[in-house]
């Protein structure tokens, strides 16, 4: 029997995904603190972590997210180490 109620589908989809160690689009965009359509416009830009679209889903590897958020580690500049010391 399927569920009609979309908030009851909307956490069987996390839930499912989320034990495949997959991330949803939502979960990204609530992870990130940006609206649904920020992680949208990454996506199209190619600028977000790596996606794999699943019917109409996009889903995120936790791996990659992982992956992606290394990438946008800052080093401190020379001058900022110099003035904490």
Not at 45 to 57: A, D, K, L, M, Q
Not at 67 to 78: E, V
């Amino acid at each position: 029997m399927l569920d009609t109620d979309n908030s009851s589908a909307f956490s069987n989809c996390n839930t499912l995904a989320n034990s495949m160690g997959y991330l949803t689009e939502n979960q990204v965009a609530l992870l990130a603190m940006v609206k649904l359509a920020t992680v949208e416009d990454w996506r199209k830009r190619g600028n977000g972590p790596v996606y794999i679209r699943f019917g109409s889903n996009f889903l995120y590897d936790i791996d990659d997210v992982k992956d992606h958020l290394k990438s946008l580690t800052k080093q401190r500049s020379r001058e900022a180490i110099l003035r904490s010391i």
